[in-house]
Structures are given as C-alpha cells and as structure tokens.
C-alpha cells in the first residue's frame, strides 16, 4: 500500500539554524501539506500546497517558513532561522483530489536547542 | 468557528468496553468528518470518516455516530481491545479546505 514518507525521523538543530524536512507524497496524489504538533497538543495546519504554489497558509506560517516541490516526488518544508518554539513533530499529508482523504507520513520530530 | 471541540481528554476502559468519545463543531460549512488514531511517535492515520448525508457509519468495530442538526458526532469503538490504546483525534474539513483537528482523546484500553 503505497505511503508518504518522510525523513529525517528526527532533527536537532541550534536556534538561529536553517533546516529543511523532506516529504515524499504518495506517487498519484496532487495536493500537500505540511501541520505540526507541539507535544502533547492537537495537530494544527501550517501550508497547504497546489500546482506548485501555496494554496492556503495558517498565522504558524510566517516568513521563516517556506514550502517547495523541486521535483516530481519531493515535497519540502523549510525553517530558515529557527526558534525553541519550532520544536515539534511536523507531518506532511497528500491527497490525490482536495475533497478526500489526507494521508499523513510517520512525521519528523524537530528539537531546537 | 473554525473549532473542533473534542471529550473527554483520556479514557481508561475495560477490554471489551464501548469507549465513546464526542466532538462538536460550529461551522455549517464543514462537510467530511474524519476520526485519525495516532499511536506514540508516529503520524495520524484514518480510522474512519463520515459525510452529513448520513447519521451513522460502521467499519469493523469503529462506529461514527453524526447528529448534523446538534452539530455532534462521537466515535464509539465496540469490543475494545489492549491493541486500541492510542490516541484519537476528530478532524472536520468544508470540500477544499485544510484539516480542522480536535484536541485529542487519549485512550487505554486494559485487559
């Protein structure tokens, strides 16, 4: 059964780094997006991403945040400069059509010390 | 508006137990109301989903329950067992919109 995967599992970094998480979505599927869950706390959605370009983002998703999809497969989320606050497990989803199902990959857990 | 309003926080039930938790939405819009099971240190995966058309879907042993006119739906899981213990989440989306999630119900199922 095809899944979205993601690496790394597990990423630490000093605050002021720059990081990127990776996300490969299901092959057939067209639309992405990246949430977040701070531990112990609900998942909240950070970016949805279309045809190339952001479809929607939340107020989490500010200027130090990018997404892009620089092949056919990859789908990434970058942190350019980032905060003790940005430690979280971060998941991607995909969806082939945007009324369906979000697929969501195993996460990365981003520790910012 | 954009809220989803999740009960209780945790539940301990008894192996073969009905444990039921409850969510509540106020936004008409929304129209796919999926139920995620997450277990530690790893992503939420689809147990189950309703639409509004219908007041009850069953797979397996996982039952939603939807009462569109109280804006209410509840996941009940029949025969629970040790393997259930995870955490669950409600989630409700309109038609292109991004995932709107409920806090979360921890659940621990013991033999």
């Known amino acids: 059964e095809p899944e979205v995967t993601q690496t790394p599992s597990h990423q630490v970094t000093q605050m002021g780094q720059e990081v990127i998480l990776r996300c490969v979505p299901i092959?057939?599927?067209?639309?992405f997006y990246w949430y977040r869950q701070i531990l112990g706390q609900k998942v909240e959605f950070l970016v949805s991403f279309y045809n190339n370009e952001i479809s929607e983002k939340s107020e989490i998703f500010d200027d130090q945040f990018s997404v892009e999809r620089p092949d056919g497969s990859n789908f990434t989320l970058k942190i350019r400069s980032t905060k003790l606050e940005d430690s979280a497990m971060y998941f991607c989803?995909?969806?082939?059509?945007?009324?369906?199902?979000?697929?969501f990959g195993p996460g990365t857990r981003l520790t910012v010390l | 508006q954009q809220q989803v309003k999740q009960s209780p926080q945790s539940l301990i039930v008894q192996k073969g137990g009905i444990p039921i938790i409850n969510c509540a939405y106020e936004n008409t819009a929304f129209d796919y109301f999926p139920w995620y099971q997450q277990f530690p240190g790893k992503g939420p995966a689809l147990l189950i989903a309703?639409?509004?058309?219908?007041s009850e879907k069953k797979e397996g042993r996982f039952t939603i329950s939807f009462n569109k006119s109280a804006k209410q739906f509840s996941l009940h899981i029949m025969d629970s067992q040790p393997g259930d213990s995870a955490t669950y989440f409600c989630a409700a989306k309109r038609d292109t919109d991004k995932l709107i999630f409920g806090t979360g119900t921890r659940l621990q199922v013991f033999p």
């Open positions: 989803a995909s969806t082939r059509l945007v009324a369906d199902t979000q697929y």
């Open positions: 092959s057939n599927h067209l639309y």
């Open positions: 309703i639409r509004p058309d219908v």
